[in-house]
């Protein structure tokens, strides 16, 4: 079963579903969230703080939180448990699949991603609503799936063993260390014996996923038969892949939540360049 809602099927279906608006943009772009869902988001749709809703515990970015902190920050957005959860964003496809994943992984089973996102819908001409949501708390239980998420010490047995395929959603450029990582203090380059598919390569021109058939031709160097783990700069567009991957059937895959800021500033984990 797809992962992915048409605009169509949502707007048949708004009054059924709990719509979050999960978008997230990086830093060069100066776009802010939360500014933008005031200004126009989905009717009735609520805002996924993908930043407050993490370990703030932790120097790494947009980490997950526990599962009590979880909770009590998706139930305060009125999602409650066996609810059908639509998640977008405002790029298309690039941070929904981050708070689909984060959901996944603590239990939640229905939840799915607007294909094409609030761009498609507005291109659409749809109806759009402005200023802050204002949820009735629910009562959200964060059950946490360990099989969907790997942490540092697992990845360096993954690299240490080859016990699974550590898949790296960056650009080439970055891969290769032939670009500074964003982030100071982060060494540029890629774990040894990882492989490359940059997430654009699996989003069509409109902002929607690509179809099953050409999302397979850019894992073409990805054994899909193998266990896959994903990684990117910050554990946000590798959720992308997982959204692919889970597109086109593979299920026995992971995504490393520390990514490339935790393991390029880790002086005990081994890097290569180009």
């Known amino acids: 079963m797809s992962n992915l809602v048409s605009t169509e099927w949502l707007a048949a279906h708004l009054s059924e579903v709990r719509v979050v608006d999960a978008s997230w943009y990086m830093p060069d772009e100066k776009r802010e969230p939360t500014k933008e869902f005031e200004a126009g988001h989905i009717p009735g749709a609520v805002f996924f703080d993908i930043d407050g809703i993490s370990d703030h515990t932790t120097d790494l970015p947009h980490m997950m939180p526990t599962p009590g902190e979880f909770s009590k920050a998706v139930g305060a957005l009125g999602i409650g448990d066996g609810e059908t959860v639509v998640v977008y964003d405002g790029s ?65 047995d993954i690299v240490k063993n080859k016990t699974a395929q550590m898949v790296d959603a960056r650009s080439a450029a970055r891969f290769k260390a032939e670009e500074p990582e964003p982030r ?72 490393y939540d520390g990514s490339w800021t935790e393991w390029g500033s880790r002086p005990e984990a081994p890097v290569e360049t180009g």
């Open 184 to 255: 100071p203090g982060v060494r540029g380059g890629h774990m040894p014996a990882a492989l490359n598919v940059h997430y654009r390569k699996l989003i069509a021109e409109d902002g929607t996923l690509k179809p099953p058939e050409q999302l397979r031709a850019a894992f073409d160097a990805v054994d899909l038969g193998r266990p896959i783990v994903t990684s990117c700069g910050s554990g946000l567009s590798a959720a992308v892949l997982m959204l692919a991957l889970d597109e086109i059937g593979m299920r026995e895959a992971a995504l």
């Open 92 to 156: 298309g496809i690039f941070s929904a699949p981050r708070a689909w994943w984060m959901l996944n992984a603590m239990g939640h089973d229905d939840v799915k991603v607007l294909d094409g996102g609030f761009p498609k819908w507005k291109r659409e001409g749809r109806a759009a609503q402005t200023g802050a949501a204002s949820p009735r708390t629910k009562f959200f239980t964060a059950i946490p799936r360990p099989a969907i998420i790997r942490d540092f010490a697992a990845v360096m």
